[in-house]
């Protein structure tokens, strides 16, 4: 028998990096049968409202200005274990000071993260720069970090476009659920204005 409740939705970007993917994920996401929660920061949501025009339609769960990184994440898993079904991550840091935050992040509930570098973080090599050796060994520990502990609590991925899914499929040996989902969604209001009046007569 299906549940009546609508599911729980919730995306996490905790960087301004991809505030186009919570808008484009805010409106895959949200059906009649659902219910979004978007977790990130006051400077992100700024720049979102532009893209978010119907933001009344989620929740809007914003970090605190004394409020640091770790305690945040502690904040957004202990609403994940409270009402969210699933939780797509959209960017996690690639340093590993920012990294080791996602260590203890152990939400109860399904996630799927974006996976914006398919190398780095599913098929992982030492690399050696001389001239720059606190990032090279930076880049190093990030990926071990992302690749050995990170990544396997993750029950599904989402890749940006089709080329790098078939490149982990066949280049990898990443077993679990691959999506795709569109980075950008075109909505031309003029064409929906039209659309309701039509419907209203």
Not at 38 to 52: A, D, G, Q, V
Not at 156 to 178: F, G, Q, R, W
Not at 181 to 189: K, Q
Request: some cysteine; proline content about 4%.
């Amino acid at each position: 028998m299906p549940s009546k409740s609508p599911r729980e939705i919730g995306i996490l970007e905790t960087y301004n990096i991809h505030i186009p993917l919570i808008y484009s994920f805010s409106k895959i996401c949200k059906t009649k049968n659902t219910n979004v929660t978007i977790f990130t920061t006051k400077e992100s949501f700024s720049r979102l409202e532009t893209y978010l025009i119907d933001k009344e339609k989620c929740d809007i769960i914003l970090k605190k200005d004394n409020e640091s990184p770790y305690s945040f994440l502690k904040r957004v898993e202990n609403i994940c274990n409270q009402k969210i079904d699933l939780l797509f991550i959209n960017t996690i840091k690639e340093n590993s000071i920012d990294l080791a935050f996602y260590l203890n992040f152990r939400p109860k509930c399904k996630m799927i993260l974006t996976v914006h570098h398919a190398n780095a973080w599913l098929k992982p090599r030492l690399i050696f720069n001389i001239k720059h050796i606190i990032r090279t060994i930076d880049t190093n520990l990030s990926s071990a970090l992302t690749s050995k502990f990170i990544l396997p609590k993750f029950d599904a991925i989402n890749v940006i476009y089709h080329p790098i899914k078939d490149y982990i499929l066949t280049s990898t040996d990443y077993a679990k659920e691959i999506f795709t989902l569109p980075t950008s969604i075109f909505e031309d209001t003029r064409m929906l204005t039209k659309i309701k009046r039509m419907t209203t007569y």
